[in-house]
């Protein structure tokens, strides 16, 4: 057996990660053979990082408590087409978000209100706002320059900057390559930026106030170096 107590700390966690793999590997076969109890293991697994992903896109804890048990009753109806050789996590959280989308797209309208309102356990919690007056301008102006954004940014931009899911967890998600995420996520950072500035403070106005990590530098910006 292999002694851990005498492996560093970051060879630890690895062995941590393949137990864990190996046990999700072991509770999926499990469940496709049948067995609830195992499903439910998995349900317990990934149930509160579901629906706090699906919470991005709705307004409504109870709403995104129905959709993420509606995306579980789904991966169970599902469990026979998984492919065993890939993880199970991105399969599932790209059922939870394909299926919130589609509840979107049905009712013709976008549930943005929360985004970049409520951050994941993962990030940094933001400093806390004296004025809740501000808070809610800010989050009714974040909201209409993302419905500006295409939905397919708009999605990586989501899960990479609220959630903190990697962008190779995003492209299994998505059935994306890796570069096609990470192409995606530099667009949408600028784009965000562009219609922000463009909306507060007009074409060549101050940088924005929302920080979004790594966004690259926008048309306007290089211009003026330039000069």
Avoid: C
């Amino acid at each position: 057996m292999l002694d851990t107590m005498t492996l560093p700390d970051s060879e630890i966690s690895g062995v941590d990660d393949v137990a864990s793999a190996t046990q999700e590997s072991r509770l999926v076969d499990e469940a496709r053979r049948g067995n609830q109890a195992a499903f439910g293991e998995l349900v317990t697994r990934y149930e509160r990082r579901m629906i706090r992903v699906i919470l991005q896109f709705v307004k409504s804890q109870e709403l995104a408590e129905d959709l993420a048990q509606e995306a579980f009753l789904k991966a169970y109806q599902r469990l026979g087409q998984f492919d065993t050789s890939r993880r199970f996590g991105p399969w599932l959280f790209r059922i939870g978000v394909n299926q919130t989308l589609d509840y979107l797209r049905r009712r013709k309208r976008r549930g943005w209100w929360l985004l970049f309102s409520e951050r994941g356990t993962e990030r940094d919690p933001d400093p806390a706002v004296v004025d809740p007056r501000q808070q809610i301008d800010l989050e009714q102006e974040v909201a209409a320059v993302l419905e500006q954004i295409p939905e397919n940014y708009r999605v990586v931009l989501t899960l990479r900057e609220l959630q903190n899911f990697s962008t190779s967890e995003i492209a299994a998600i998505l059935e994306r390559k890796e570069a096609t995420v990470r192409w995606r996520l530099a667009e949408a950072r600028s784009m965000f930026h562009d219609l922000w500035v463009k909306r507060r403070d007009g074409v060549g106005g101050e940088e924005s106030p929302i920080p979004i990590e790594g966004r690259p530098e926008s048309g306007s910006q290089k211009r003026r170096k330039d000069k």
